[in-house]
């Protein structure tokens, strides 16, 4: 069984930063794909950033230049910085892992931007 667990979500001012950390843990070999999803209030999931196992990456239009996402490979870990975050930020935060054939999710981490 594979577990995702996040970390690092929380109430930041605009303009703030945080830092989200997901972890996976179980019997696997390779991670392929590890990343973000977000879904705000009223509105439907979306992609974030997605990091290959290769280092391949791709962000959404609206979180480029202010977010950044890396993996530890080693420690089968995903971050995200978020930088000069605004109050469209605020959602909850899921992680997840292409782990072939599936994919997996964490349970979520709010992020709430607001002053």
């Known amino acids: 069984q594979v577990q995702l667990v996040e970390s690092g979500g929380g109430l930041v001012q605009p303009g703030g930063s945080l830092r989200l950390s997901c972890a996976a843990s179980?019997?696997?070999?390779?991670?392929?794909?590890m990343g973000w999803y977000r879904q705000g209030p009223g509105k439907e999931r979306e992609l974030v950033a997605r990091?290959?196992?290769?280092?391949?990456?791709n962000y959404a239009e609206s979180v480029k230049g202010r977010f950044a996402i890396s993996r530890d490979n080693a420690k089968n870990t995903v971050y995200l910085q978020m930088n000069s975050l605004k109050p469209e930020d605020t959602a909850i935060y899921y992680c997840?892992?292409?782990?072939?054939?599936?994919?997996?999710w964490g349970k979520g981490a709010l992020v709430t931007v607001s002053s």
């Open positions: 179980g019997m696997f070999f390779n991670i392929a794909t």
């Open positions: 997840h892992a292409l782990i072939l054939p599936n994919y997996y």
């Open positions: 990091i290959t196992s290769g280092g391949f990456i």
